[in-house]
């Protein structure tokens, strides 16, 4: 009697918890990716704004007359406003202004792996985390390529640390949570 009485409503209570337990995991999996895709739309337009910034500068008259002392006073203030550094770049490396140091400072040749990819297709490339020639923190770049009568005269860059990334998503991840972004490694 206790085994007919007791095994069904065993059976009937493991079927609600099984169900149950189904419900809050397909719940967690669609919180998730709200998170995900809010993280991604965050990180996205902070990125868009960058490259924006770049495209602005790339039409620069100071670089068209190669003065590239009044370029760096430019590049300088427009730091200042986006919380990130300016670089221009020879296509073979060699650092010609860099917001990081003042202006007049010996700059390294610092190529990237993105540079070729960026000349040949003539568009911009968000580099993978790398640690920087001046900085020595971890940076992402994004390189706009600047072409003059034809000929790409200039890479132009916007090099952020990784940290940046975090104070743009922050905002939309709940707390307690853990999310990772990675590169193309």
Do not use: C
């Amino acid at each position: 009697l206790v085994a007919v009485l007791v095994v069904p409503g065993s059976a009937f209570t493991g079927l609600l918890l099984t169900r149950y337990a189904e419900s809050e995991r397909a719940r967690y999996e669609l919180e998730a990716r709200d998170v995900a895709r809010a993280v991604a739309s965050v990180v996205d337009r902070d990125l868009t704004g960058l490259l924006t910034t770049l495209q602005t500068l790339a039409t620069s008259t100071n670089l068209a007359a190669d003065d590239l002392e009044g370029f760096y006073k430019q590049a300088a203030a427009v730091k200042a406003f986006i919380g990130a550094d300016i670089g221009l770049r020879l296509p073979n490396g060699q650092q010609l202004v860099n917001t990081r140091v003042p202006w007049g400072t010996s700059l390294p040749a610092t190529p990237m792996g993105l540079d070729a990819q960026a000349i040949a297709s003539r568009m911009p490339v968000i580099s993978d985390v790398f640690t920087g020639a001046i900085a020595n923190r971890p940076l992402f770049a994004i390189i706009l390529p600047v072409a003059v009568e034809g000929d790409v005269k200039y890479l132009l860059h916007i090099s952020a640390e990784t940290d940046r990334v975090l104070k743009v998503m922050q905002p939309v991840v709940p707390k307690d949570w853990l999310i990772g972004i990675g590169d193309r490694n």
